[in-house]
């Protein structure tokens, strides 16, 4: 199993935050994190020519904290 945070988030951040009181930008950067790249953001999908093959790609969050969206070239 690959570790990334999105994965740690996911998993973790429903119990932490149930016990730490936390301001509402951290919950909309730990929400941003957790949808990035997922059926919750929407995408669009890929067909070849022939269509034979269909590839989806998920929307990214485009937050700022998101570690893949921070990554990407403006």
Given at each position: ?74
């Amino acid at each position: 199993m690959e570790a990334s945070l999105q994965k740690i988030f996911q998993h973790s951040f429903g119990r932490y935050k149930e016990k730490h009181r936390l301001p509402l930008k951290y919950h909309r950067a730990a929400q941003a994190i957790i949808s990035c790249r997922t059926p919750a953001q929407g995408g669009h999908e890929l067909y070849c020519a022939d269509q034979h093959e269909r590839h989806i790609r998920y929307h990214s969050c485009r937050h700022r904290s998101c570690p893949r969206c921070n990554q990407q070239p403006k």
